[in-house]
């Protein structure tokens, strides 16, 4: 519930404090590796820019976001999605292997480093993979409209269905190991609470509850308010 108080107390006042300077090594490593690599440099007319920008999240404590940027040539424009999507892919790989959990890194005291966004930019034309330390499973936009890969076509099914399907998902998870689960991992990536950043460790939570008990990072949410509200009696 602490959790939940928290996160509505963030979005409505801007709370400011932070120590020391960015540590951009890390990122700009992963700048210079990007910027090497000709699978990726072929497709942009000048060098890989990373830029950083700052939202203070928790007190005492900031986040800082890094974005990637680059001008594409008519050759990445001309590629189709799918390939669009390997080369982007390839940006994200790099600086998966350069951070932690979720595309964060250490970049000095009390602050919270995340790898963002990625952009090619052509003209008008923006071809991005967005709020990389967020989404669970990456997808290729373009201004803003999601291309590739596209969802499969739905299949139509019956409300009998949708409620069959969800009641064999409650009768195969048991809900409150997924609820301690979560717990312990909130407790354990976020020092007790100490560091607790609800845009990046609620879904990052989410995501491992997930991958834990083969559910949705939506259902383990569901899951994690609903024993919540249990166990304070609501």
């Known amino acids: ?126 071809y991005s993979f967005e709020s990389l330390n967020m989404e669970y499973d990456l997808a290729l936009n373009h201004n803003g409209e999601e291309i590739y890969p596209l969802e499969e076509e739905s299949v139509t099914t019956t409300t009998n269905e949708i409620n069959s399907s969800q009641s064999n998902i409650n009768s195969t998870v048991n809900e409150e190991a997924v609820y301690y689960f979560m717990e312990g991992k909130f407790e354990e990536i976020t020092n007790y609470g100490e560091n607790y950043v609800p845009e990046i460790h609620d879904p990052q939570v989410a995501r491992l509850a997930a991958s834990r008990f083969g559910i949705s990072p939506e259902e383990a949410d569901r899951i994690y308010i609903d024993q919540t509200m249990k166990s304070i009696g609501h």
């Open 1 to 126: 519930m602490q959790k939940i108080i928290f996160y509505l107390m963030i979005t409505l006042i801007l709370l400011v404090g932070c120590s020391g300077p960015v540590k951009t090594e890390i990122a700009d490593s992963i700048g210079d590796q990007l910027n090497k690599d000709e699978e990726i440099t072929k497709y942009i007319t000048d060098l890989i820019n990373i830029n950083n920008y700052t939202s203070t999240a928790s007190e005492g404590y900031s986040f800082i976001r890094f974005d990637v940027n680059a001008e594409a040539n008519s050759d990445f424009v001309n590629l189709s999605d799918k390939d669009k999507y390997d080369v982007l892919s390839k940006i994200a790989n790099v600086i998966e292997e350069n951070t932690e959990t979720d595309y964060e890194f250490e970049c000095g005291e009390k602050k919270i480093c995340a790898f963002d966004n990625i952009e090619f930019t052509n003209d008008e034309d923006i």
